[in-house]
């Protein structure tokens, strides 16, 4: 073989060469890039569902101090009429009572019953336990029973105490008097 030859064969052969490392290193790199393609795409979606669970946090957080403080709220207003209700009681049963007084002094203590209703009403507070209701053990504190068929059975025959609650919390249970 002339040295011509033997140098192109020589070259053809390094470039064979050349060619079967880049070939190889392909798949090498290849593998490598998906490899580090995956780890990103775990971390991404690690990083998201970091977020997503912050953010489902943050919604409870907020939605819990919404409650505590429309609770705290509640509870502060629940004291304060607790402490009016004797008046309110006073009230009614001067109503009452006072059925062949003077109308003069009836009107005014008509004006102070509407005064405490209205009252009352601004601050959501609803007064329950009427004769003819149902008897509800959650909301009626039973201190007797009686036979009365014009009612029928589980129905209140009558009021001792009026009941008071601001939204579903009870500031005082109605005593009251059961039919069987």
Known sequence: MSKKKKDEAVESTEEVVTAEEAAGEQPEEKDEKEEKIKALEQEVAAGKERYLRLAAEYENYRKRTANEKLSLYDDATSKAVKELLPVADSVRM?????????????????????????????????????????????????????????????????????????GDKIIRHAMVQVTN
Do not use: C, R, W
């Open 94 to 166: 001067a109503l009452e009572n006072l059925k062949d007084a003077d109308p003069e002094i009836l009107k005014g203590v008509e004006l102070i019953s509407n005064q405490l209703d209205k009252s009352f009403e601004k601050l959501k507070i609803e007064a329950f336990g009427k004769v003819g209701d149902d008897f509800d053990p959650n909301l009626h504190n039973a201190i007797g029973m009686v036979d009365n068929e014009e009612l029928g059975s589980g129905k209140l025959a009558a009021v001792y105490q009026t009941g008071y609650k601001i």
